[in-house]
Nanobody, 124 residues
Framework: QVQLVESGGGLVQVGGSLTLSCAAS????????AAWFRQAPGKEREFVAYIATSGGTTIYADSVKGRFTASTDNDKNTVYLRMSSLKPEDTARYYC?????????????????WGQGTQVTVSS
């Protein structure tokens, strides 16, 4: 049974920082990497970041580039999302996702496994 478990969300003020974690069991992020998506109320789920577990290549949505950093610890089969300079528009539920094939990194439909999400709320 595959489980992705996110943690680290919470309430933070504008300009603050949070680090999200996603630990997987029953699935290995390597070699296909992992992604972070987010979904705000009334909006579609959107791509945030992708991290390759080989080589550490990262891809970010324009809206978070320069503020968010994705990383991975392959020994722990865990991926992270360090979020800095947070804005109210970053408020959403954040999900990590894993996949078992090579495909587009930005499409939610390309991922096979999802966590339950962790809420991030940025207050102004």
């Amino acid at each position: 049974q595959v489980q992705l478990v996110e943690s680290g969300g919470g309430l933070v003020q504008v300009g603050g920082s949070l680090t999200l974690s996603c630990a997987a069991s029953g699935h290995t992020f390597h070699p296909y990497g992992a992604a972070w998506f987010r979904q705000a109320p009334g909006k579609e789920r959107e791509f945030v970041a992708y991290i390759a577990t080989s080589g550490g290549t990262t891809i970010y949505a324009d809206s978070v580039k320069g503020r968010f950093t994705a990383s991975t610890d392959n020994d722990k089969n865990t991926v992270y999302l360090r979020m800095s300079s947070l804005k109210p528009e970053d408020t959403a539920r954040y999900y990590c996702a894993g996949r078992k094939t090579w495909s587009s990194v930005r499409l939610a439909s390309a991922y096979d496994y999802w966590g339950q999400g962790t809420q991030v709320t940025v207050s102004s």
